[in-house]
């Protein structure tokens, strides 16, 4: 029963085009969502997060997108750049719970 | 400031052997989760902790896998007898507790296991 749901195991774009990352969710009560990057060999490192009470949070090249009536969220990435080619993983939680629940990923690739 | 540091590395072991995983948490930190990373299920929660004491552990596979944490500052994980299915990648990560609703967890770079 996969809560936290990554449709496209992959994702190929040119750089300087912009990257669109997605996931959705089942689980109404979660309401704390993070984007985390993974390069091969080393732990998953934070991107970005989100709380239900946004829709959107911007931080540099990356913006995330929050849909509560859809159960979904995105990861915009503008421009994209080859450094950004990795697997992209997102996270929810519910409100005081510490219980992350991760997707299986998308691997991007930036090609340059 | 050092991250959370797991060992080892990586570990070739025999189906039946015991597998011991270690983690030491960034210091000042109270949450420690214990992940296992496959092709299929992506990241999986297996258990976490707060101030030492397991919280949710239902994630853990069986009764082969057990996980401590008899200080603050180091947890293992257990596999006895392991198995091949078992090989993956255990991702330890922390976080502290800021009361404000959504933390960061850190993790750390992974112990690689191979049980052939």
């Known amino acids: 029963d996969q809560q936290v749901k990554q449709n496209s195991p992959s994702l190929s774009v040119q750089e300087g085009r912009i990257s669109i990352l997605n996931c959705d969710y089942t689980n109404s009560m979660f309401d704390y969502f993070l984007w985390y990057k993974k390069y091969p060999a080393e732990g998953p490192t934070f991107l970005i997060s989100?709380?239900?009470?946004?829709d959107k949070n911007e931080d540099g090249r990356f913006t995330v997108f929050l849909n509560k009536s859809a159960k979904h969220l995105s990861l915009h990435i503008v421009p994209s750049q080859p450094g950004d080619s990795a697997v992209y993983f997102c996270?929810?939680?519910?409100?005081?719970?510490?219980?992350?629940?991760f997707g299986t990923g998308t691997r991007l690739k930036v090609l340059a | 400031d050092a991250g959370v540091i797991q060992s080892p590395r990586h570990e070739v072991t025999e189906m039946g052997q015991e597998v011991t995983l270690r983690c030491k948490p960034i210091s000042g930190h109270d949450y420690l989760f214990w992940y296992r990373q496959t092709m299929m299920r992506g990241l999986e929660l297996l258990i976490y902790?707060?101030?030492?004491?397991?919280?949710?552990d239902s994630g853990m596979p069986e009764d082969r896998f057990s996980a401590k944490m008899p200080n603050a500052s180091f947890s293992t994980l257990k596999i006895q007898p392991s198995e091949p299915r078992d090989s993956a990648v255990y991702f330890c990560a922390s976080s502290q507790d800021r009361g404000l609703g959504g933390n960061t967890i850190y993790f750390g770079e992974g112990s690689w296991l191979t049980v052939v």
């Open positions: 996270a929810a939680s519910g409100l005081g719970t510490y219980k992350y629940i």
């Open positions: 989100i709380s239900s009470i946004k």
């Open positions: 902790f707060n101030n030492n004491v397991p919280i949710d």
